[in-house]
């Protein structure tokens, strides 16, 4: 593995399932993020960890929970998909949660919720 | 609240220059970003610029920053089909590190 890898690549959910979306870096990362990408409106924070064993909300965090048991994984869960949740979803990373310091991200994974 | 703007699409032609700019509203960014996707691939940083600046220059890409008018511009010199792309500004949340607030990403074209 090399920077940040997301599973899975695309998936489409029934509305109401539950659905768990993966994101592991080996760069030792302290602070990770997930976002939504959606036309129109960029990127937007759902949730974030500066260090392993902290979780904190972002801009869009309704729907969505994390955990963060370890330096090098991220997962981001669905409890009960709703179509507006539907979106290319990507994680990033950086050497610390403070600013100056690249976010390095994911290739992103698609979701359509039906 | 705070925010990023940024128009959503540009088209230019090959060998031309491209100018894509940003606004935003909170004054106490330190560093300002520009981050570039390619079609089906995640973001990856392209340049950026330190708030006690007014340019950044790296080779075919020149960053401007007007700190009075909270106004960024990413200039791309001789612009090659390669290019294209969506091109994110983004700006740190005030007092929050490095949790980022994106624009809408503008879309750039080039034409052969």
């Known amino acids: 593995i090399a920077g940040i890898t997301q599973a899975p690549t695309s998936q489409i959910l029934a509305a109401g399932r539950r659905m768990t979306l993966r994101c592991t870096q080996d760069?030792?990362?302290?602070?990770m993020y997930w976002y939504r990408q959606d036309l129109g409106l960029g990127l937007r924070l759902i949730h974030y960890s500066n260090t392993a064993g902290t979780t904190g909300k972002g801009e869009v965090p309704d729907g969505y929970s994390v955990s963060r048991a370890n330096t090098d994984d991220f997962p981001l869960t669905l409890a009960s998909a709703v179509p507006s949740q539907t979106s290319v979803y990507f994680c990033?990373?950086?050497?610390?949660?403070?600013?100056?310091?690249?976010?390095?991200f994911g290739p992103g994974t698609r979701l359509t919720v039906l | 609240g705070e925010d990023v703007e940024q128009s959503l699409f540009l088209s230019v032609r090959e060998g031309d220059s491209s100018v894509i700019n940003c606004t935003y509203t909170?004054?106490?960014?330190?560093?300002l970003y520009w981050y570039k996707q390619e079609p089906g691939a995640g973001l990856q940083l392209l340049t950026y610029?330190?708030?006690?600046?007014d340019m950044k220059q790296d080779q075919r890409l020149t960053v401007l920053l007007n700190k009075k008018d909270k106004h960024l511009s990413l200039r791309i010199a001789d612009t090659q089909t390669g290019d294209s792309a969506i091109y994110f500004c983004a700006v740190p949340r005030n007092n929050q590190g490095g949790k980022l607030i994106f624009g809408q990403g503008t879309e750039l074209s080039v034409k052969p």
């Open positions: 610029i330190f708030s006690n600046m």
């Open positions: 990033a990373s950086s050497d610390s949660g403070s600013a100056g310091n690249e976010q390095f």
């Open positions: 909170d004054s106490s960014s330190t560093y």
């Open positions: 760069m030792r990362h302290n602070a």
